[in-house]
């Protein structure tokens, strides 16, 4: 069976098994091969409830038992949730053939009370609602559900808890969050007002992917994909913090099964990308260069003080790009791959230097070299271009023109028209690394 849906509260850690549980009645065969083990619905079946182990849940030997919630006979359970005080738990409940609901159950003298529906603002005997989750300070409930008036199959909404524990009217959590298909499990952080949710609306590693997205319940940023180890190919679901800034916690997650879900501890992985921008000529730090940082989150900017220093953190791992500009100096781009970005353990440290300029100042371009007597580019002066095309694709705005001169040997009219052949085997060679010949 599956294991799945992890929330630890003080020494308590809670989580919801499948496992199967043992029930009076006739076996009823459904599987009866020779040589192998009978397979019966009455002896064994799989049972969604709610447990609970008190003790380490690393240490080599653990006890655990069911949660006692004075259950209606038949009645499954999952997915719990607790307010800030510990005292209302709020969980899905279903019974076979009947839609998933949200309830409730209030601990009175360390005992849960027989659980009870959330009401008709939540439940409709029609649609399903479930996955509920309470914010940490007790304000909201948000839960996923396939309610009439969502965006898709199941969305997520939210309600507001109100003092005297009554839940107001469900809201939809919008089309910035919600598509056309499943959004499931939500987990807000009002710390850092940081929504977590599982969708495969959206483009992923494959099945349910983890999104991230910053928001209050008034608006909410674009969702970001939290990448690795959040998320791989299959199903990735149920979030729950150990922590309070939410860098630290469990997941559910068929990774590494066949068939069902499994716990995970998972640990957001940040790495720093950093170094100093200096003049290439003086070799010193640079103050006042904008640098970018460009990735799948959107763009993030500072600009260096003195000490030429840039430093951003990322959260997963991710391909980014940095544009780093300054006036009257070239612009300079650099990308790095997802494989570079990888290896880099925790930390990025690369220095850059940036070449200033003038306008109509003429800039030098040594060791461009041709045949005697020709046009041609040598191999070295391939090279030498090859990092004025890195400057033209850094600063597309910049337009050049090109000069070649001769030796004197020859006639004027023969050396002039072989410097403009030259200058114009320049152009030739930049229009074939895609630089426009209207820049030229």
Known sequence: GSNYAAVKTNDNFYYTSSRPITVAGKPEVI????????????ANPFINNIYVAKEDVNASEISVKMLDLNLPKEMETAAISFNP???????????????????????????????????????????NSAQPFVTSDGKFLVFSSDRSGGLGKYDLWYASIRTDGSVGQPVNLGPEINTEADEKAPYYN???????????????????????SDGDFISWSKPVNMGYPFNSSKDDVYFTATNAD????????????????????????????????????T????????VKMIDLDGEKSIVTDISGKYEFKIDSRRPVKLNISKE??????????YEEVAKADTLMHVDYCINSFKINVPIVLDNIYYEFNSAELTTSSQKTLDALVAIMDDNPEMEIELGAHTDDIGTDIYNLDLSERRAKSCLNY?????IAENRM
């Open 246 to 281: 939410a860098s630290r916690g469990y997941i559910s997650s068929d990774r590494e099964s066949a068939c069902c879900l499994e716990i995970f501890a998972v640990k957001r992985e940040y790495i720093t990308i950093s170094g100093i921008i200096s003049d290439c000529k």
């Open 31 to 42: 599987k009866a091969v020779k040589g192998e083990t009978v397979v019966t619905t009455k």
């Open 430 to 434: 930049l229009v074939s690394k895609n």
């Open 190 to 212: 009002s710390l850092t007002k940081k929504l977590l949710f599982s969708s495969d609306g959206r483009v992923g590693f494959g099945g349910l992917d983890f999104f991230e």
């Open 328 to 337: 009257n100096y070239f612009a300079l781009n650099k990308n790095y791959s």
């Open 283 to 290: 070799k010193k730090p640079l103050n006042g260069v904008s």
């Open 85 to 127: 005080e510990g005292t209302v738990a709020y969980f899905t409940a279903w019974r076979d053939k009947e839609k998933y609901a949200i309830y409730q159950s209030k601990k009175v003298d360390e005992k849960w009370t027989a659980p009870t529906s959330l009401g008709l603002q939540i439940n409709d005997k029609d649609f």
